[in-house]
């Protein structure tokens, strides 16, 4: 768009790409759960102040988190429902994602711990499509190798360049940051989030596939990002989904009065990202 001098569209791409993941979210939920929590989860996902907010902005992490979303897809469609075309997708997908935003590194070693978890033993590798999966993973990545060659004769430099940039730039913030933000970023939700892990773990839900695949998502993003030196509200945006799912898994568990919680739910993020997009607005430059 801006070699072909149309700017103007520039401005569309992140928040298309930002309402496409919230169609991805109501799939992924209908493919781990059911309909009912893949629309619940979708709606909640769609006014989470932390990623409506960057919807507006031209950053790499709602566009990061579109290729994850891709990546779980594929990786469940792929290796719990033996869809084989799809155990590439996951490889291709997961490059994608790696592209778009280096912190996705870290989504990587969850799908291993699944698989840990999942089999206790390594049969999973017996499967040949991981394989293809992992070249068509490298395939992808053979640019971003190019680059690191030629920027910092390493193909592996603009990580490294990227790890050691964050001990130093854009200073340093404690441990809790997150937590000190925890409502600013995720309203209402982010307390819904927190009842339903207490619920998961009261009704030892965690034993199920779908629940741990996630949990394991969050535990091990979020230990990444509160290690990191400098931290931001919009490094968890990929943990976005996550806290959407799960709060629409919770919700949905609810006997009593769910349309009334529900609407009541939806009132308050509606309320709370009005008010921050006001305030957001009248900080901006343009």
Do not use: C
Request: hydrophobic content about 55%; aromatic content about 22%; overall charge positive.
């Amino acid at each position: 768009f801006y070699f072909f001098n149309l700017n103007f569209l520039i401005n569309f791409i992140i928040p298309i790409i930002g309402a496409l993941s919230v169609v991805l979210v109501y799939y992924l939920g209908r493919k781990l759960f059911n309909e009912k929590i893949g629309l619940i989860s979708s709606i909640f996902f769609m006014l989470l102040p932390l990623h409506v907010l960057y919807s507006g902005r031209i950053l790499t992490e709602v566009y990061s988190t579109f290729f994850i979303l891709l990546t779980f897809i594929s990786f469940w469609k792929g290796y719990e429902e033996g869809k084989r075309k799809h155990k590439v997708l996951f490889g291709i997908f997961l490059a994608l994602s790696l592209l778009s935003r280096y912190t996705a590194l870290w989504i990587m070693p969850v799908f291993l711990l699944y698989f840990l978890v999942r089999d206790i033993s390594l049969k999973f590798l017996k499967d040949k499509y991981i394989w293809y999966s992992i070249l068509a993973f490298f395939l992808i990545l053979v640019p971003w190798f190019i680059y690191g060659t030629a920027e910092y004769n390493n193909p592996i430099g603009a990580f490294i360049h990227g790890f050691k940039a964050s001990a130093y730039w854009g200073g340093l913030q404690s441990w809790h940051f997150f937590f000190d933000h925890w409502v600013q970023m995720f309203s209402i939700i982010g307390f819904v989030f927190i009842a339903g892990l207490i619920y998961i773990i009261h009704k030892r839900d965690f034993l199920k596939k779908e629940i741990y695949l996630l949990l394991i998502w969050f535990v091990f993003f979020l230990g990444m990002v509160i290690y990191m030196p400098h931290k931001e509200d919009r490094f968890l945006i990929p943990l976005t989904p996550v806290i959407a799912l799960l709060s629409g898994y919770f919700i949905n568990r609810i006997q009593k009065y769910k349309k009334i919680i529900l609407l009541v739910l939806l009132s308050i993020m509606i309320l709370s990202v009005s008010f921050q997009f006001y305030q957001s607005y009248n900080k901006s430059y343009n």
